[in-house]
């Protein structure tokens, strides 16, 4: 997958990077981007891409051309790795301003904006909805779909066999499916109970150990009409759990087949966010 710069219409009048782009998008939500305006060119190879990935995770720091070389190729580096490094830098910095790659004694800094990489905007938006998720779930759930929108598939999955695509890629995967919790939790808050039960079996099919979506399943069923069926998903979530892990549900999946068992005011609140996600085996 290429690395896309698109400039404005008549800003520019080459096809090569040119020096009038002063303003970026990078985008990591996906196969790595650049973004502006509508032109576009490609930018090298999936290792080329994986160092300027380190790059924008590591942005406003400084990188050391070491830490890049252990980054993209583990403790296999070859011999040229470090030449190879600063080929790829050189490279990379001829499609953006001269003031956003920089070296220094150290090694490389990129200087961006926050605004400037969708991941940085996606954390942002995701952290002002949990600000608003009790008092206003509407506005939570607004700003996580809006948030969750920056995703255009998998992060990183463009970078070949990267170090970071291993290391980096995992953390990437669990921030957005805490964001995509959190939106559906907004959404239970409104009553979306019935609409959200496909995507939650869908989810949950998924991962199957992740005690918040289960309950969160279990919820959407039994303020649907379909107690039998939550509490069936509570009992195969716990035999799995037993069976694999060697562990019982944890508290927050208890209380809600608690709730369920004894109909119990309805579930106003889906009370998970500290539900234990280390049952979830690691991605593999």
């Known amino acids: 997958m290429s690395v896309i710069v698109r400039f404005p219409p008549g800003s520019c009048r080459t096809t090569r990077p040119p020096a009038c782009l002063t303003k970026v998008d990078f985008r990591l939500l996906g196969p790595l981007e650049i973004g502006h305006g509508t032109r576009s060119f490609t930018l090298g190879a999936a290792k080329q891409r994986a160092v300027l990935a380190v790059l924008l995770l590591s942005a406003n720091r400084t990188v050391s051309v070491e830490s890049l070389a252990d980054r993209i190729w583990g403790h296999d580096s070859p011999p ?3 030449r190879t490094i600063r080929t ?5 910095r001829r ?8 070296t220094n004694s150290s090694g490389y800094l990129l200087r961006i904006t926050p605004d400037a990489l969708d991941l940085h905007r996606f954390e942002q938006g995701v952290a002002y909805a949990r600000t608003r998720l009790a008092l206003d779930p509407a506005a939570a ?4 779909r809006t948030a969750l929108a920056l995703w255009r598939g998998p992060a990183l999955a463009d970078l070949g066999p990267a170090m970071i695509r291993y290391t980096e890629g995992p953390r990437l ?4 499916l805490a964001a995509i919790e959190d939106r559906i939790d907004a959404e239970l808050r409104l009553g979306h109970h019935a609409r959200l039960i496909g995507e939650l079996l869908s989810l949950a099919a ?14 959407a069923l039994d303020r649907s009409g379909q107690r039998a069926d939550a509490l069936a998903v509570y009992r195969r979530t716990r035999d799995r759990l037993v069976e694999e892990l060697g562990v019982e549900p944890g508290p927050a999946l208890r209380l809600v087949q608690r709730q369920v068992l004894t109909e ?3 579930l106003r609140k889906v009370l998970l966010a500290t539900a234990s996600r280390r049952r979830e085996p690691a991605p593999r």
Not at 95 to 102: H, N, R, T, W
Not at 206 to 219: C, D, K, N, W
């Open 80 to 82: 040229s790795s470090l």
């Open 88 to 92: 790829y830098i050189s490279r990379i």
């Open 95 to 102: 499609v953006l301003p001269e003031p956003v790659l920089q």
């Open 141 to 144: 759930a607004t700003a996580l």
């Open 173 to 176: 995967r669990e921030l957005r």
């Open 206 to 219: 998924h991962h199957p150990l992740r005690e918040r979506l289960i309950g969160q399943l279990m919820v």
């Open 264 to 266: 119990t005011a309805p």
